[in-house]
Each structure stands twice: as structure tokens, then as C-alpha cells.
């Protein structure tokens, strides 16, 4: 047998500095998959701040609208008039919406129940 030879010492110097390039590729890897899955979870935590808000402004709108209502409803003994505005009856409750923001209303009947005087042949004639 023979003896091991020597390494040259220029040789062990270009083994260091591909094991340090290696290290560094791996760790640029690494960080750049970090800063893209953090870019996604920032994403998804502020689009949940903002359903917070608008979720916070309509329920604001809601029981405004509720109050004005109840008070509408106590005034006239009703809510059978469909000539009353009720954008701008919720104005005068004091509400306003955060800036940036609207807020519309909408009621709906839910009975499922057609009205006969606004009522049209088709709808009439589908509904059958």
C-alpha cells in the first residue's frame, strides 16, 4: 500500500469556496420561498382587517337602520309606504358611514309571495 497523498493546499481553498457558494444558493432559496410566503399570509391577514371593518360599518348601518325603523314604525303606526325614502330617513339617524364607504338599503320580501298590483303578464304567467 501505498501512502495517501497530500492535498495540495490551493485545492482545499476551491473546495471551501464552492461549499460557502452552495451555502449561500441554498440560503438565498430559502429566504426568497420565506419572502414569498409571507407576502401571501400579509395578504390574507389585511383582507381579513378589512372584512373586519366593513363587517363593524354594516352592522353599524344595520342597527341604524333598525332604530330609524322601530321609530318610523311608532311615528306612523307602519311600514306599509313605499314613498318614504329610506336612504335619507337613515341620514337623519346620524349615522354616517366611514369615509370611502357607502351605504345603501335594501329590503326584500322573503315570503316568496308575488305582489299582485306591480305584477306583470310574464311574471304572472312563470309563476304558474
Known sequence: MSPAKPVP???QRGA???LV???LLLASFLLMAFIRRSGTELLADARAAER???RGEAYSALESAIAMLAAQRDIDGS???PE???VEMLATTGY???KGLQVEIAFVDESGKISLPTADAVTLQTAL
Open 52 to 54: 373586519r371593518q366593513l
Open 79 to 81: 311600514l306599509f309606504q
Open 96 to 98: 354616517e358611514p366611514a
Open 9 to 11: 493546499p490551493s485545492a
Open 16 to 18: 471551501v469556496i464552492v
Open 21 to 23: 457558494l452552495v451555502t
Open 84 to 86: 318614504d325614502s329610506w
